[in-house]
């Protein structure tokens, strides 16, 4: 069974940084995909990151893209997400989540990933 446990989220202000992080359990941890989701009150779960199994290829929302950055560290089980620049439109809870497969490119695709962290929260004010 894969846990993922996010952790890093909080309130910061408009303009301001922070950097989630994901924890994996399970030894398979560096041959899968990761992603970064998120949701808003009210909203639908949306796309962030996504990160390939070695690093090599990343993949970006329109909405992020330039002030996100998704990285991971295969010997600590461990995918970060560095968020810079935040907009009040940032909050939301964030999930990190498992690609079903070892195959295949980066995707957006909720349907694509298997295992899911329980969120972390992020809150930007004006």
């Known amino acids: 069974q894969v846990q993922l446990v996010e952790s890093g989220g909080g309130l910061v202000q408009a303009g301001g940084s922070l950097r989630l992080s994901c924890a994996a359990s399970?030894?398979?941890?560096?041959?899968?995909?990761m992603g970064w989701f998120r949701q808003a009150p009210g909203k639908e779960r949306e796309f962030v990151a996504a990160?390939?199994?070695?690093?090599?290829?990343?993949y970006y929302s329109t909405s992020v893209k330039g002030r996100f950055t998704i990285s991971r560290d295969n010997a600590k089980n461990t995918v970060y997400l560095q968020m810079n620049s935040l907009k009040p439109e940032d909050t939301a809870v964030y999930y990190c989540?498992?690609?079903?497969?070892?195959?295949?490119?980066?995707?957006?695709?909720?349907?694509?990933?298997?295992?899911w962290g329980q969120g972390t929260q992020v809150t930007v004010s004006s």
């Open positions: 989540a498992r690609k079903k497969y070892t195959s295949g490119s980066n995707s957006n695709s909720g349907d694509d990933y298997e295992y």
């Open positions: 399970g030894r398979t941890f560096s041959s899968y995909a």
């Open positions: 990160i390939s199994w070695n690093g090599g290829s990343t």
